[in-house]
Nanobody, 114 residues
Framework: QVQLVESGGGLVQPGGSLRLSCAAS????????MGWYRQAPGKQRELVAS???????HYADSVKGRFTISRDNTNDTVYLQMNSLKPEDTAVYYC????????WGQGTQVTVSS
């Protein structure tokens, strides 16, 4: 069964950190590029970080220097380390290939608020 399962979200204060995880089916993970996306209320879903193979990474300007994407090829898992979180980072976070080719998972809610 092809699926993406995100976890690790929560409520955090501004300046705090969270680490998101995405467990992907092997057929998805075998594709070279994986990405983390987010969708805030009333906004379109946007790509915030992607990783190609094991090393090449790309970030949206809004998260550059604060977020780090990585992948564990042995466990078919993609991570997003988020530091120095801001209220504008509040959104539901999803993973998928880059570009997105598979049905979206349920996502994980990240809320940054004092």
């Amino acid at each position: 069964q092809v699926q993406l399962v995100e976890s690790g979200g929560g409520l955090v204060q501004p300046g705090g950190s969270l680490r998101l995880s995405c467990a992907a089916s092997r057929i998805i993970f075998s594709i070279r590029a994986m990405g983390w996306y987010r969708q805030a209320p009333g906004k379109q879903r946007e790509l915030v970080a992607s990783i190609i193979g094991g090393r090449s990474t790309h970030y949206a300007d809004s998260v550059k220097g604060r977020f780090t994407i990585s992948r564990d090829n042995t466990n078919d898992t993609v991570y997003l380390q988020m530091n120095s979180l801001k209220p504008e980072d509040t959104a539901v976070y999803y993973c998928n290939t880059d570009p997105a080719q598979y049905p979206w998972g349920q996502g994980t809610q990240v809320t940054v608020s004092s």
